[in-house]
């Protein structure tokens, strides 16, 4: 059984950086799909990245050109560079995998995906 662990969250001021990591342990699948989903207080999880081990990425609208996912396919860790951080970024961000190539039609659907990482906070202050 596969197993995600996420680190490198905090509190940063807005237009900071904070680079989130998560590493996978366990059963190691062929193909995989790894994302980074948040979710903020009264609001629903939500996508904001996706790497697989075929260099297929996704960002959501509301990071492109601030973050950066990274997907190490030997080490089958999945990074978050978080750049120009905003207040609307704080969330608890999850890390997420599944056993199937990321797709732009599917990849951010939290239904999809089969194994979690328990969270990490972000917080960003004005």
């Known amino acids: 059984q596969t197993q995600l662990m996420e680190s490198g969250g905090g509190s940063v001021q807005a237009g900071g950086s904070l680079r989130l990591s998560c590493a996978s342990s366990?059963?190691?699948?062929?193909?995989?799909?790894m994302a980074w989903f948040r979710e903020a207080p009264g609001k629903g999880r939500e996508a904001v990245a996706a790497g697989d081990n075929f260099a297929s990425i996704y960002y959501a609208d509301s990071v492109k050109g601030r973050f950066i996912i990274s997907y190490d396919r030997h080490e089958k860790t999945v990074t978050l560079q978080m750049n120009a951080l905003k207040p609307e970024d704080t969330a608890i961000y999850y890390c997420?995998?599944?056993?199937?190539?990321?797709?732009?039609?599917?990849?951010?659907?939290?239904?999809?995906?089969?194994?979690w990482g328990p969270g990490t906070q972000v917080t960003v202050s004005s």
């Open positions: 366990g059963k190691r699948r062929g193909i995989d799909c």
């Open positions: 997420a995998s599944r056993e199937k190539y990321c797709y732009s039609e599917d990849y951010d659907d939290p239904t999809g995906y089969d194994t």
